[in-house]
């Protein structure tokens, strides 16, 4: 019969469609690690930062490999460690006023602000550290401190007796 393929006696019709079957493989292999790499590159903008450090050891025998990855930590707000004076301050009866040793600390904080009975700074001061203020007797006052940096402000108040 004109046009017909005669049949394949020494069996290369089987290897040809081996040689297809592998071929197939390959290139689905090929497009399953080009996708991979293709999209760890577009999530670079949903990641947070990452740096990976390797280190290899080798001797005559044996050959390991360690491999570290550490992620960057987000940043965060302002914090307040501690915000803390006398619970009375020890107005004499006589006494118009007197002052008070207030002490803070603070973090991811770029400035505080201690403020006397209400909102508003009596006056601005470094993230840590401590302060004397006035105290007009008889009290009680209350002072807020509010601590201000990237992200926002959060804000402490401690209540002082004049006692």
Not at 48 to 66: E, F, K, L, N
Not at 110 to 121: F, K, Q, R
Request: with cysteine.
């Amino acid at each position: 019969m004109p046009g017909a393929t005669p049949p394949d006696d020494d069996g290369s019709g089987s290897k040809r469609w081996w040689w297809i079957l592998g071929g197939v493989i390959v290139v689905m292999v090929v497009v399953i690690v080009a996708a991979l790499l293709l999209r760890d590159g577009d999530d670079d903008s949903a990641s947070p930062d990452t740096s990976t450090t390797s280190t290899s050891t080798t001797s005559t025998s044996t050959t390991s490999t360690s491999t570290t990855t550490t992620t960057a930590a987000p940043t965060a707000g302002p914090g307040i460690g501690s915000f803390s004076g006398p619970a009375n301050a020890g107005c004499a009866p006589a006494e118009n006023q007197t002052q008070v040793e207030l002490s803070w600390s603070t973090t991811n904080t770029t400035a505080v602000t201690i403020g006397i009975d209400g909102p508003g700074a009596f006056d601005t001061y470094p993230p840590s550290g401590s302060a004397t203020l006035p105290f007009a007797c008889p009290g009680p006052h209350t002072y807020h401190l509010v601590a201000m940096g990237p992200g926002g402000e959060v804000t402490s108040v401690l209540n002082i007796s004049g006692g």
